[in-house]
């Protein structure tokens, strides 16, 4: 059907091209004949477009219709999809029917053993989708570019580190999606990352194209038991290319990118800060913030104070190349982490009003990475000064306590709660040096 649509298009661009050829008189007479034709084509090209796939559509959705008229060996009480494909799913029968729908007929799969859980976790963006069986901790992903779609069954439990761990929390898992941009020509093309988040065993599941390309623990087997109950403590973000997950129980931050993962400590995250074209506009800290926000968040009440807009939104700069958001880590084998927000990838002239649009565009998103990111620094601050508190006002017996205090210093320190400074300064008062 494109095809034809194209050839019908050349056809009519031809003509116009043809006609302003025959047309007798001056040459800007001639060019504005010719490009009042290939304007016209455009329109009537748009608009026989829009015609056929409106009734393409429609097409299916009748064919989908009698299917289920004509069809009743399979349940489809419970369905899920649309017009290009549709799942229903048959909970006596523990199966799922994917049914993939094209104006040239209809083609049916069966996946055995696979139940509904809810709408939440069933997923789709034409051609990708992702659906979570959390009974059987089964994830159904794959694609349906073609007339028979690719599908992966992906035992989610198998691989999972903390699946001999007595899970104490009954939170439900969901699925976080994000449109990411995998090409910028000719067209902006997008596509989804689904992220399945088992927060109860914590657990991430990344799906990208239809296959899940990692399963990974972000808590250890340790401390998962501590987390009770069915209140949620993740949030997730899809900023841009990027997708934050944040747990606020454990204090941890997975930054889901278009081809990898990385999950930080909130104690690891110390700065951040926001640059153009390599010149800093912005910078947070534990201690202090600069540029279009007020100095010291913790001195001001908190980080409702320091998060403000980015001081890069009211300078006029001609062309950007970068808009890089900046962490800086409390490690010395890896000192930053650089989050890229030009997704277009060239030169934005801020002079031209596509690129004007395309920066404030990126400006914002990187504007709320940057939020997140101070309000993470604020929280890991917040609990490093509460643990000092309590290290100074709890009353040490003398004769038995000073070694256990010391080895709660220890392992603050050891958590990265504590700098080698605070340590020691603690340690010198417990000692009374």
């Known amino acids: 059907m494109k095809i034809k649509f194209i050839l019908s298009f050349c056809v009519l661009l031809i003509f116009a091209i043809l006609a302003g050829g025959s047309f007798e008189g001056d040459d800007i007479m001639v060019l504005l004949w010719i490009f009042g034709g290939i304007f016209i084509c455009a329109i009537v090209g748009g608009t026989i477009s829009f015609a056929i796939k ?52 209809i083609n049916k799969q069966f996946i055995n053993d696979f139940e509904f859980g809810s709408k939440e976790l069933c997923r789709q963006r034409d051609p990708y989708f992702c659906i979570y069986d959390k009974k059987n901790r089964k994830l159904l992903t794959g694609s349906y570019e073609d007339m028979t779609p690719v599908i992966c069954i992906t035992d989610v439990a ?137 100095v010291g968040g913790m001195l001001m009440g908190g980080a409702g104070t320091v998060v403000g807009g980015l001081s890069g939104s009211s300078k006029k700069t001609m062309e950007i190349k970068t808009m890089q958001v900046k962490i800086l880590l409390r490690n010395t084998q890896r000192t930053s982490y650089v989050l890229d927000f030009n997704d277009s ?28 990111l101070s309000v993470i620094i604020d929280k890991a601050k917040q609990k490093e000064i509460s643990a000092m508190l309590q290290v100074e006002q709890k009353p040490v017996n003398i004769h038995s306590g000073v070694a256990e205090e010391l080895a709660k210093l220890a392992q603050l320190k050891s958590d990265g709660i504590l700098t080698e400074e605070e340590f020691n300064a603690q340690k010198k008062k417990l000692l009374n040096l």
Request: positive net charge; glycine residues 4%; charged residues 30%.
């Open 54 to 105: 409106s009734k393409n559509k429609k097409k299916r959705l009748k064919m989908i219709e009698k299917d289920e008229m004509e069809n009743s060996d399979f349940d489809r009480s419970v369905s899920f999809g649309n017009d290009r494909c549709k799942f229903y799913f048959d909970a006596s029968k523990k199966q799922v029917m994917i049914m993939r729908v094209m104006t040239e007929g």
């Open 158 to 294: 198998s691989k999972d580190n903390n699946k001999d761990i007595e899970v104490k929390s009954s939170i439900e898992p969901k699925i976080a999606s994000n449109l990411i941009t995998i090409s910028t020509s000719p067209n902006l093309t997008k596509a989804p990352i689904y992220t399945l988040i088992d927060e109860s065993h914590g657990l991430l599941a990344i799906v990208r194209k239809g296959k899940v390309s990692s399963i990974s623990n972000y808590v250890d087997s340790k401390i998962l038991p501590n987390k009770i109950g069915n209140k949620s403590y993740v949030s997730d973000n899809g900023i841009g290319n990027y997708l934050f997950i944040a747990d606020d129980f454990f204090n941890v931050l997975v930054i889901v990118t278009p081809s990898y993962f990385e999950k930080f400590c909130y104690s690891d995250i110390i700065e951040v800060s926001y640059e153009e074209n390599g010149a800093e506009l912005y910078s947070k800290s534990a201690m202090r913030t600069v540029g279009g926000a007020a």
């Open 345 to 372: 990838k060239r030169v934005l002239k801020t002079k031209e009003s596509a690129d004007s649009t395309m920066y404030k565009r990126y400006l914002q998103n990187a504007n709320s990475a940057r939020d997140i």
